[in-house]
């Protein structure tokens, strides 16, 4: 079976982006990283997919009339470069159902916490705040709600006494980077399936 071809979708340093074209450069994913959307023009995720050969493809918003104009564009650079699935790595866009529907099922974020608490931004502050002693990541399929869709896999991530966001999202963001290549493989060997809500992963599958 061919590697999967997939779209990774961000707009800050790019961390995550890193950690799936560390793993794709080892032959550790069963797929190939094609393009990078971005939506911040000076984003550090840039310079990041321009060292590993990667295609990207950059946009500002305000140069558009909708998010659905922009998303339209992007689904045909999408279709175009036959695109499988698309990766939200810390992409702080709204996605609209132009990208949504064709995509549903190919369509995966990643997430700071264990959802369904603490969805939306600053979900790391939310958790401290709420004085939670365990959060996480969480990889979902996107469903056009907000982190909403269904729960592909989870890292729990305990919270220290007196621990600090930042010493907090050190942490989490170590896990997501541990988490994403991994579902990214699951996937891309065929071993997750989608029936409603529930994601069912068979680790003793081979690749197809």
Not at 24 to 38: F, M, R, S
Not at 129 to 145: E, F, I, N, Q, R
Not at 163 to 182: F, G, M, N, S, V
Request: hydrophobic share 45%.
């Amino acid at each position: 079976m061919a590697a999967k071809r997939i779209a990774v979708f961000a707009s800050g340093q790019g961390t995550n982006f890193q950690a799936l074209a560390d793993a794709a450069w080892q032959g550790e994913l069963d797929a190939t990283i094609e393009l990078l959307v971005c939506d911040k023009p000076s984003a550090p995720v840039i310079e990041r997919a321009r060292k590993a050969g990667v295609e990207t493809f950059i946009f500002k918003p305000k140069d558009y009339p909708s998010r659905e104009a922009h998303d339209s564009v992007i689904l045909a650079e999408l279709e175009r470069r036959g695109i499988e699935l698309i990766v939200l790595a810390g992409y702080m866009r709204i996605i609209t159902p132009v990208l949504v529907e064709p995509f549903y099922g190919r369509m995966i974020n990643i997430h700071p916490s264990l959802l369904p608490a603490f969805p939306g931004i600053n979900a790391i502050r939310q958790a401290l705040a709420y004085g939670v002693k365990l959060t996480g990541v969480t990889v979902h399929y996107v469903d056009g709600g907000l982190d909403s869709g269904p729960i592909i896999a989870q890292q729990a991530v305990g919270i220290a006494n007196g621990e600090t966001e930042d010493e907090l999202a050190a942490r989490i963001h170590a896990a997501e980077q541990q988490l994403l290549p991994q579902v990214v493989r699951q996937i891309a060997g065929g071993r997750v399936q989608l029936d409603g809500r529930l994601v069912r992963i068979d680790v003793n599958k081979q690749a197809e």
